[in-house]
């Protein structure tokens, strides 16, 4: 069973920055996109960035010119690089793959527990 655990959350002032680190772990074959989504509170589920394997990204018009999403093939890894940060980034940031290729089969819509993001004076 593959696993997605996020790390690099935290607080951070207006204007701050902070880099989010998600790794995929199990026997991985390959992996096909590879995503981050946001959920603050009262509010529905977002997509904030996503990255195919090929490369290819795409970007919530509320985070273009200030997120970076990133990801190492070869660490089954992938990124969130986010700067100048603001109050209304505060959320739950959620690693995502929509489609893992494992030794046991094929999973989809696979999702990390989630890391707080709180950006606050």
């Known amino acids: 069973q593959v696993q997605l655990v996020e790390s690099g959350g935290g607080l951070v002032q207006p204007g701050g920055s902070l880099r989010l680190s998600c790794a995929a772990s199990g026997r991985i074959f390959s992996i096909y996109t590879m995503g981050w989504y946001r959920q603050a509170p009262g509010k529905e589920r977002e997509l904030v960035a996503s990255i195919t394997s090929g490369g290819t990204t795409n970007y919530a018009d509320s985070v273009k010119g200030r997120f970076t999403i990133s990801r190492d093939n070869t660490k089954n890894m992938v990124y969130l690089q986010m700067n100048s940060l603001k109050r209304e980034d505060t959320a739950v940031y959620y690693c995502?793959?929509?489609?893992?290729?494992?030794?046991?089969?094929?999973?989809?819509?696979?999702w990390g527990q989630g890391t707080q993001v709180t950006v606050s004076s």
């Open positions: 995502n793959v929509d489609r893992i290729v494992t030794g046991g089969g094929v999973q989809y819509a696979v």
